[in-house]
């Protein structure tokens, strides 16, 4: 590896595409991307707002010990990792320091142009700042504030930004930063006009105030991440009364609000679609610190609509706290003939969140009673009520006890402090009794169960469950597991997979459907004739990509995958069929050279080589033998290309 003898020190905010522009305008460098695979060994022809590999320059430019933070100033990389994670950031940081091309990265998103991106597509200029730095430096550069996207404001002068020439619409400069401006002037030599930026304009106006937001946050060493920041954002929210008392967050009213501040005409020049922050996913994911980098200006404009600046608003400290709606326990258990009565056993509950209210599920681990209580809030004013979900496996004993002895359900009813309603669900003497000649399980077997189960939340969860299907199993057993399974899916499920034993000795019967042979040769040859057609159809297509066996797959029938996927062992004719079928990469390779060569051409390349090539990350790899049959295939198609321009007489 050789070493640099220079590499230019950037300019105040210049942009990090400049400084690498202006090294390889000094080196008076032909080809753009020879110059960026010379210092950062990647084979690619654009550079983005963020680098990628910045060690391999740094390893090169020994005698510049702070080469690679001073490379890092002349970026957005702050402003991005105030709004990303700790994790996002150093997957962030791990992709500059040492990423290689031809991968999406996190990075490469948030310096992109894209919804989720924060860099302009085009390079604008300032023309006042254009004739400030030729005086000052000689020279012209691009100032990494001005490519922010959506914000056409120079942060310096209040006038409009251009990327194009008002005399002859000429663009300034290519987005891929390989022909930037080096004077104050177009490509034609015209002299480039200022636009004003008047103070009647709102929009202009805001647009100046949020790059002057901006550059705070991204100048400002702000020791805070995506987490504390949706931390501030909430306890500001719960003080201006955006915070239901259960913790709900009123997204729907902060969203309308939001729109009604600023008006979604405004909003709608800033990427900040209605549609798109009302849709269900992005309110879900409002507040969640791992998804707050893809709505950066949504959060900046919050902060300002809150308090007015982001600068207040970093600096203000909020205290907001949400009171426990059912205390801090422990809790009592409601069963009068539990053993623990009236100590408070129960050390913790299941808390559920529904719109106006908030409900708590209490289970006792000595009796497995189990009740919940739900809280309404009106005005600051709680109403509370109370559910019972099962009275647990003691109070069954004891009622089972109580009806051998020859009680009365009334009777039972005042002894155990329980309704007669409840008695007489259990009690066998009542109008629909037990047929246990009809029944595949009996309460005394459920009892004993119960019983046995332990002090965890999954077993109290068994009790509920078990005692919602023994109701049902008792009316005469005539339902079938799909009519179980429709009824309560939820606890069906549960129950087949925690509790299988129970599950399969009390559930009804599988039905059973008859069993017809299957002609596999058959399905063996039908499957395989329509790989074929699908085979041709797609290499018809000329796809980017290279055709694997799953390619074709893919495009089966639903129908047909699954016989694939169930019987694949017995298909010989199929596998014959994805193997002839499927492209090898040296066929792939030489199907698409024709696209690479094209490519070539447009960015520049006169002399294309094999070397050339590897611009195609599959080329690089390739081997000898392989080397050889795409050189000569290359050599005839440059040679087809040369004798069609000469017929044509061009």
């Not at 590896?1 to 990090?16: I, R, S």
């Not at 202006?22 to 080809?31: A, D, I, K, L, S």
């Not at 950062?40 to 391999?56: A, E, M």
């Not at 299988?500 to 039908?526: A, C």
Request: with cysteine.
């Amino acid at each position: 590896m050789v070493n640099l003898g220079f590499f230019p020190t950037p300019y105040p905010n210049e942009d990090f595409r400049s400084v690498v522009y202006r090294y390889h305008y000094y080196e008076h460098g032909t080809v753009y991307s020879k110059t960026i695979q010379q210092l950062f060994g990647l084979n690619t022809f654009k550079i983005r707002h963020l680098p990628r590999n910045i060690d391999y320059l740094h390893r090169r430019v020994p005698r510049q010990a702070k080469l690679t933070d001073n490379l890092l100033k002349t970026t957005l990389l702050r402003l991005f990792q105030l709004f990303s994670t700790k994790g996002q950031s150093k997957e962030v940081m791990d992709d500059i320091l040492y990423g290689d091309e031809g991968k999406t990265s996190l990075a490469g998103v948030l310096s992109g142009s894209s919804e989720k991106g924060m860099i302009s597509e085009s390079i604008k200029y300032c023309p006042k700042c254009l004739n400030d730095d030729y005086k000052t430096y000689g020279e012209c550069f691009v100032h990494k504030y001005h490519q922010i996207q959506y914000l056409d404001v120079c942060y310096n002068h209040n006038v409009y930004l251009i990327s194009t020439c008002s005399k002859c619409d000429e663009i300034l400069a290519r987005p891929i930063g390989d022909n930037l401006l080096c004077k104050p002037e177009c490509p034609h030599g015209h002299q480039l006009a200022e636009v004003d930026l008047h103070q009647t304009a709102a929009l202009g106006q805001l647009k100046y105030e949020l790059i002057r937001d901006i550059i705070y946050l991204n100048e400002n060493y702000l020791d805070i991440c995506a987490v504390e920041i949706s931390q501030k954002l909430l306890a500001c929210l719960g003080e201006r009364g955006y915070i239901h008392p259960s913790g709900i967050v009123y997204k729907t009213q902060l969203l309308h609000d939001f729109f009604e501040f600023y008006s979604e005409e405004i909003l709608t020049n800033f990427g900040q679609k209605k549609s798109q922050l009302y849709a269900r996913r992005t309110i879900k994911r409002l507040f969640n610190p791992e998804y707050m980098y893809s709505q950066i200006y949504f959060y900046i404009l919050l902060m300002r609509f809150l308090e007015g600046s982001v600068e207040k608003f970093l600096s203000t400290n909020y205290s907001f706290a949400i009171e426990l709606p059912f205390g801090s326990g422990p809790w009592g258990c409601r069963n009068l003939s539990c053993s623990s009565y009236p100590e408070q056993t129960i050390k913790s509950y299941k808390m559920i969140q529904r719109g106006g209210y908030i409900s708590g599920e209490f289970g006792c681990i000595h009796c497995g009673y189990t009740y919940i209580r739900k809280k309404r809030f009106k005005n600051k004013e709680q109403d509370e009520t109370l559910f019972i979900v099962t009275l647990g496996f003691k109070l069954h004993d004891q009622i089972q006890e109580l009806i051998k002895d020859g009680l009365k359900i009334n009777e039972i009813s005042k002894q155990l402090h329980i309704s007669g309603r409840t008695v007489a669900k259990y009690f066998l003497g009542r109008p629909k009794r037990i047929k246990k000649d009809k029944a595949d399980i009996c309460v005394d077997e459920i009892l004993e169960g119960l019983k046995e189960v332990s002090a965890t939340g999954d077993e109290l969860k068994l009790i509920r469950f078990r005692d919602i299907f023994r109701h049902l199993l008792h009316e005469g057993n005539t339902l079938s597991r799909a009519d179980l399974k429709k009824l309560h899916p939820v606890q069906y499920n549960w129950l087949s997979k925690h509790d299988k034993v129970w599950f399969d000795k009390n559930m009804p019967s599988v039905r059973k459907g008859g069993n017809r042979e299957l002609n596999l040769d058959l399905i063996d040859l039908e499957i395989s004739n329509k790989i074929k057609s699908i085979s041709k159809q797609i290499f018809h297509e000329n796809p980017a990509k290279q055709i694997k066996p799953y390619t074709i797959l893919a495009r089966l029938s639903k129908k047909d995958i699954g016989r694939y996927e169930l019987y694949k062992s017995s298909l010989p004719l199929c596998h014959k069929a994805l193997d002839e079928c499927a492209e090898q990469r040296i066929d792939y390779l030489i199907r698409v050279l024709p696209e690479v060569v094209e490519f070539l051409k447009e960015n520049r390349y006169r002399n294309i080589t094999f070397d050339s090539l590897k611009i195609r990350k599959g080329y690089k790899s390739c081997t000898e033998e392989e080397r050889l049959k795409i050189e000569a295939v290359l050599r005839q198609y440059i040679e087809k290309i040369e004798t069609e321009i000469k017929e044509a007489g061009l």
